[in-house]
């Protein structure tokens, strides 16, 4: 059985830094690519960023590029996103998706249940 466990959520200051983590088991980490989504209230599941498996591409989204930095470590099976310069709109519930294959779109195999990241002052 597959498990995909965030933490790190919680409220910070506009400014402030996160670092948010994925625990993964029941699935081979290391051949499959991981990616960080965010949804808002009333929006939609958006891309964050992803990282293949060998931790040699990586792709953001716009409104993250220069703030946020996906990482992972294969022997520990656990997928990171450290998240500076945090901003209001950045609050949301945030997800960590694995698959076989790197790709942007939400069309990932398996899905964690989210960690709340609220930034407010």
């Known amino acids: 059985q597959v498990q995909l466990v965030e933490s790190g959520g919680g409220l910070v200051q506009p400014g402030g830094s996160l670092r948010l983590s994925c625990a993964a088991s029941?699935?081979?980490?290391?051949?499959?690519?991981m990616g960080w989504f965010r949804q808002a209230p009333g929006k939609v599941r958006e891309f964050v960023a992803t990282?293949?498996?060998?931790?040699?591409?990586?792709y953001y989204a716009a409104a993250v590029q220069g703030r946020f930095t996906i990482s992972r470590d294969n022997s520990k099976n656990t997928v990171y996103l450290q998240m500076n310069s945090l901003k209001p709109e950045d609050t949301a519930v945030y997800y960590c998706a694995a698959d076989p294959t790197l790709k942007t779109s939400s069309l990932y195999r398996y899905w964690g249940q989210g960690t709340q990241v609220t930034v407010s002052s």
């Open positions: 029941g699935l081979a980490f290391s051949r499959h690519a």
């Open positions: 990282i293949n498996w060998s931790t040699s591409t990586t």
